[in-house]
């Protein structure tokens, strides 16, 4: 085998090697912060599970519109009351775990010795 058909298999199997990775990343979608992409059905999902709405069978329940309308409004005021009060109760903890206000440090005045001090028209 002469050298330039090494050198073409070698690069051959480079390229290769490298379309075979861009497929594998192609495959795992990603954005620019690494992490997978979302689909719209994970979003969904996800806005169901909040709103404590069975994703099995939210397209029936969304055909009967006043249903769908009552079973969000319930969802979402039970998910902004959770989430209130998630929000004071961890609000309430770093309260007590910051500490108190720290005491100012008090400076002898300056002028005290000379003010306490027995004046030299005194001990004369």
């Known amino acids: 085998m002469s050298r330039n ?4 298999d070698e690069v051959a199997q480079r390229i290769s ?10 495959a795992s979608v990603r954005n620019r912060h690494g992490r997978s992409k979302r689909r719209y059905k994970d979003t969904l999902k996800k806005s169901l599970r909040q ?3 069975n994703a099995a069978g ?5 055909q009967d519109r006043p249903a769908w309308i009552r079973s969000v409004k319930t969802g ?3 998910y902004e009351a ?7 109760a961890k609000k309430r903890h770093e309260s007590q775990q910051r500490p108190g206000p720290t005491p100012p440090t008090l400076r002898p005045c300056q002028h005290a010795g000379a003010v306490n001090a ?7």
């Open 5 to 8: 058909t090494r050198i073409y």
């Open 58 to 62: 939210w397209e029936d329940l969304a």
């Open 51 to 53: 709103l404590q709405i």
């Open 118 to 124: 027995p004046s030299a028209r005194e001990s004369a």
């Open 82 to 88: 959770n989430r209130f009060s998630a929000a004071l």
């Open 76 to 78: 979402a005021a039970i």
């Open 17 to 26: 090697k490298a379309n075979q990775a861009i497929g594998r990343l192609q």
